[in-house]
Nanobody, 128 residues
Framework: QVQLMESGGGSVEAGGSLRISCTAT??????????MGWFRESPGKKREAVAC????????YYADSVRGRFTISEDNAKLTAYLQMNSLKREDSATYYC???????????????????WGQGTQVTVSS
């Protein structure tokens, strides 16, 4: 069973940067055959996919609201995915969750249905 642990959240002023991490531990998964995604949820809003990566094939996805500001990456040796967030805005404030699932060809990276393991979330607060 996979456990995902996020870290690196916190408070930052608008325009600043943060990097959050997600490390996979446990058994029953092959990191290099997986997809990893970052999703966020804030009060009154539906959870949305922010950035996702197909580790097996190298494709990625970004929400329109973060494209050009956020970058998702992964380190196979550390079984860790990262989300580098630059030029942060107040509207980026949310709880950020990482998720892992199998990298299935043809399935949309941003589709929550294909993520089978979820972290507990890390809070990101952007103040102006």
């Amino acid at each position: 069973q996979v456990q995902l642990m996020e870290s690196g959240g916190g408070s930052v002023e608008a325009g600043g940067s943060l990097r959050i991490s997600c490390t996979a531990t446990g058994s029953g998964f092959t990191f290099t055959l997986s997809r990893m995604g970052w999703f966020r949820e804030s009060p009154g809003k539906k959870r949305e996919a922010v950035a996702c990566i197909d580790i097996r094939r190298g494709g990625d996805y970004y929400a329109d609201s973060v494209r050009g500001r956020f970058t998702i990456s992964e380190d196979n040796a550390k079984l860790t995915a990262y989300l580098q967030m630059n030029s942060l805005k107040r509207e980026d404030s949310a709880t950020y969750y990482c998720a892992m699932g199998p990298a299935i060809h043809g399935e949309r990276l941003f589709d929550e249905a294909w993520y089978t393991s979820w972290g507990q979330g890390t809070q990101v607060t952007v103040s102006s």
